[in-house]
């Protein structure tokens, strides 16, 4: 499995209006990738979560792709 980033540090915090950044982590069918896929600490994969969950609450990422 390939990780999205070498680094686990390259993002310091994800922020919920930032979607461009937030869809690459979500996978083609709308889901959150996980912590190893990722490879984010457990702190930062729910950093990211809580901003993605927040970002499909404002209609700036789609709940369900169509893949």
Known sequence: MAKIFKH?????????????NLQRYVNQY??????KKTGLTESKQRQLSRAIKRARHLALLPFVSHG
């Open 8 to 20: 686990k540090t390259d993002i310091a915090f994800f922020d919920y209006k930032d979607f461009k």
């Open 30 to 35: 709308g889901q959150i990738e996980q912590r």
